[in-house]
């Protein structure tokens, strides 16, 4: 288990490519793979993955990067380590432009419980409401994981579910929890 974090989350946010260094990139798909190897549920449904394979969808992600329409925002604990990281995404079409959706929360098992999964989704929520003009967040969670309780307990409502939709194995399936956070 990793050291417990020195102090409080830093919380940066990036909307340009450029903006993300090698080292930054190297990070995002370090923790990723330990996240989904742990069994988290943040993007990758059939563990184990390995670096290369996390390499390429953070490589993807940042290359999306934009202020109006994709983010990318950190947490390093007090010392410096990345903690955690998530990305919030909004499409341009007028129909759906007031909201944005909430894509690969995820923190370090190691420093789970600390705060910087609350954190990450605190600043979110400003960032979505200030500086993107949203009225709302969406995301879509992985059943059976326990993750509608974390986010309720951020304000998130459960709106909906698609009842096994997602399978992981012929006789596995799960259903894909749909939530919202409104009003920002």
């Not at 993955?49 to 953070?58: N, Q």
């Not at 420093?111 to 400003?126: F, I, S, T």
Request: glycine share 12%; charged share 20%.
């Amino acid at each position: 288990m990793a050291d417990e974090p020195q102090g409080p989350a830093l919380l940066q946010e990036f909307v340009a490519p450029g903006q993300v260094t090698p080292e930054l990139s190297r990070l995002l798909a370090e923790c990723w793979v330990e996240v989904t190897n742990s069994g988290g549920a943040a993007g990758f449904p059939f563990p184990p993955i390995d670096l290369p394979e996390a390499a390429r969808a953070v490589d993807a992600l940042v290359a999306g990067l934009a202020s109006d329409s994709c983010r990318l925002l950190t947490a390093t604990t007090g010392d410096g380590a990345l903690a955690g990281w998530l990305c919030l995404r909004r499409d341009p079409f007028d129909l759906v432009a007031h909201w944005g959706t909430l894509h690969h929360l995820q923190t370090r098992p190691g420093v789970r419980g600390a705060g910087h999964g609350a954190a990450l989704l605190e600043e979110v929520r400003r960032i979505a409401r200030d500086e993107m003009g949203l009225e709302q967040l969406h995301l879509a969670a992985r059943g059976g994981a326990g993750l509608e309780g974390f986010y309720a307990r951020h304000g998130w409502k459960e709106v909906g579910r698609w009842a096994g939709a997602l399978r992981f194995a012929p006789e596995d399936y799960r259903d894909e929890v749909l939530m919202l956070l409104d009003p920002l």
